[in-house]
């Protein structure tokens, strides 16, 4: 079969233009309003994204979702005859008119608008109607206003903004004048080069004579040829993006045992699910780790298999401002049951195992910036199915189960001594619990324990662990019956997620927050199935980055819980 050949119709963009300019005079669809010295013009979004410059960054950033939109700079009349242009291909000059006209088009980088300007300007003897475009094709860069350019920036706020583009109106704007370079640098020193790609960087900067003396674009290059060291390097930068709170869940055993690789965002202004994408392959008992904005998954295994004979050693790497995955280091032991936690610029992995396998108490750290892992002291005992948590620069460990019992050890891991120290044990031994950080003291949920005659029973208890007493409380109030789930602290409240149930043999399913001054549990969701050995964390993602909403059950239907 052959292959099938483009048609191009001559008409159509014409006609295109004429729809859309005929909607806009009859105010049908119109999204958004601008505002200009209280006079207001309703437009569509899409199709100032589309002829502005200042829209397309303004709308890509900060105000993405702002229905009025006010603008400085402009007169009335030269907008009302910029927008007129945009929406029909006209721009009606004249003397009285072009010094406002001129100004809107700088002001919203309307190009053509600008290159009719320049070429009206240039002539006396062409007759109304009858400019031609200008022939330097980036001549209207030139003229563009200093002013114009740093509101433009001011506006985005690099705030969700698209930074290639904020970088390439500054990279055109230096030209090839060397008067403008110091107020240039200024500008290109708001910019946040890690979010750009080395294509978008150098593009630009080897079309700019001017740009060739600037270190900052050569080091931006540098961040994105050491990939493993970009953590740390984008520490030292800084994110001034605007971003969006989100509880993650990450894989974990669904209904019938089946494992997910899906990686599932709830934010949290309004208990909203929303998919973020799928792991490099489905996964549970693994562990994830955030660092430096970056979102680490590790270990776990991939096949459902109750012996755990098959754990893994890999690592992957998220970078949410990309939307890409990156697989770094393998840890330097295959685990499972493990406990993961950033502990100040190292991820570490401590203990792993299963209930029917071989226990371990290795500990080892990841130091990003030479993507490598070592070993550190090791735990006081092999350990799986122990909870833990970083609170102050310290990691503690928290219960767990060796040497076929559940144990009621709480052990700190103290960096600068290399060294592990006890601290005063929790009141009930467990496993396959969970442990978070929220203000200054740490909390003890869930989990289960066998019971004197051999068989395993539920620790509905949670406890509260206060680090400047080294003292336990529990607090029967927020008692839960869950093990096999997920908790993180997030400011003053609590969050769990999936977990089982002994003494319904389900899986769960529902969302849970409370708040650490003792209050009951509150059912704030459902997961969009449910879950058990998933893993969770708090996550700041992008929020132009952030994805549509998924469909889902609101009221899943619980499952076997073996």
Known sequence: MSAAQPVVSATYPQKLLEGVGNLWQLGVLCDVTLEVGGVHFPAHRVVLASASGYCRALFLGGAGLETTVQLQGIQPGGMENVLNFIYSGKLHLSPDNFRETTQAAEVLLVRDAIRLCCAFQGTTTTPPGKVTEAPQDEQYVQELQQDALSELLERMGMQGAREPTAFELIVSWLGESPLRFPEGTKMLGRLHFPLMSPTELQGPVQATSAMETDLTCPKALSYHMHAGAQPALQAQHGCPQ??????????GRGPNNQLS???????????????????????????????SGFLYILGGQSKFDPAGQHPSNEVFRFDPQRGTWLQVARMLQRRSRFHGAVLGEAIVAVGGGTLLGKLTRTVEAYEPIQDTWRWLVPFPVPVADHAGTTHEGLLYIAGGFSSGKTLNLLSSYLPRLHRWVPNHPLTFSRCEHSLAASRNALFCVGGRTLSPAGTWVHVAETECYTPSTDQWTVLRLISLGRCQLSMVGHEDQLYVTGGGSLSTRTKEAAVLVSKPAGWAWQEVGFLPQPLLDHASCIFALPQAGVPAPQERETQPQPSGYQ
Not at 242 to 251: F, H, R, S, W
Not at 261 to 283: E, I, K, Y
């Open 261 to 291: 690789g899906d990686v599932w965002a709830m934010m949290l202004a309004n208990g909203t699910w929303r998919r973020m994408g799928r792991l490099a392959t489905p996964l549970y008992n693994h562990a994830v780790a955030v660092l």
């Open 242 to 251: 605007a971003t969006i709170p989100t509880l993650l869940v990450l894989g």
